[in-house]
């Protein structure tokens, strides 16, 4: 199994462009997951899903967008980059039946824009 | 707001000694405080885990105690050896909060032979 992979590793986009971050799980996990990491600040959640077709925001939605139109995909949509938006960004999944499941993270996009 | 506040921010240990973050959170019911490890240039992995009814749960040299009344957590390294150096975060996850966590702001921890 490869886990949770991300896609790019690194970015650099100019202020106004937009750009999707991809993120696929092979471990037919239900719930997954994107954050946000910036130094000294922990990890805030942007955007969850429960399964496919589900979708609700988190701390951080705005500026982003997501879909899920399978188990297995879950990309991350900058519509309109900003200064505010470098950042790296992690994907991760978990299987949850009932209260609590280890979340697993993918190695994260180091998104810079200028 | 921070619910899930992190102490200290960096921490210098020596081989062998034992490291000891804390973590306090404040507001929210949360009945789920895993402990992630992240190593440079990688995503952070599930190290430890405790639910609030149990004190004290110990896995090899991590330890997590547990203090229900006071709300506070802390992640004990015994015998702290230089691959142990890396940043650790507490996070919380609420009662029926849908598997979200909330993260603490994390501890870069180095462990000097």
């Known amino acids: 199994n490869a886990g949770v992979t991300q896609t790019p590793k690194f970015r650099i986009l100019k202020i106004g462009q937009s750009m999707t971050l991809q993120c696929t799980q092979d471990?037919?996990?239900?719930?997954m997951y994107w954050y946000r990491q910036d130094p000294g600040m922990g990890l805030k959640l942007i955007y969850y899903s429960v399964g496919a077709g589900i979708t609700d925001k988190g701390e951080v939605p705005n500026g982003y967008n997501v879909s899920r139109s399978t188990t297995e995909d879950f990309p991350l949509r900058l519509e309109l980059a900003a200064p505010s938006q470098t950042s790296v960004y992690f994907c991760?999944?978990?299987?949850?039946?009932?209260?609590?499941?280890?979340?697993?993270f993918g190695p994260g996009t180091r998104l810079t824009v200028l | 707001q921070q619910q899930v506040k992190q102490s200290p921010q960096s921490l210098i240990v020596q081989k062998g000694g034992i490291s000891i973050i804390n973590c306090a959170y404040e507001n929210t019911a949360f009945d789920y405080f895993p402990w992630y490890q992240q190593f440079p240039g990688k995503g952070p992995a599930l190290l430890i885990a405790?639910?609030?009814?149990?004190s004290e749960k110990k896995e090899g040299r991590f330890t997590i105690s547990f203090n229900k009344s006071a709300k506070q957590f802390s992640l004990h390294i015994m015998d702290s050896q230089p691959g142990d150096s890396a940043t650790y975060f507490c996070?919380?996850?609420?009662?029926?909060?849908?598997?979200?966590?909330?993260f603490g702001t994390g501890t870069q921890l180095k462990v000097e032979l």
């Open positions: 996070a919380a996850i609420p009662t029926g909060g849908g598997n979200k966590l909330t």
């Open positions: 471990m037919n996990h239900n719930y």
């Open positions: 405790i639910r609030p009814d149990v």
């Open positions: 991760a999944s978990s299987y949850v039946t009932s209260g609590v499941g280890e979340q697993f």
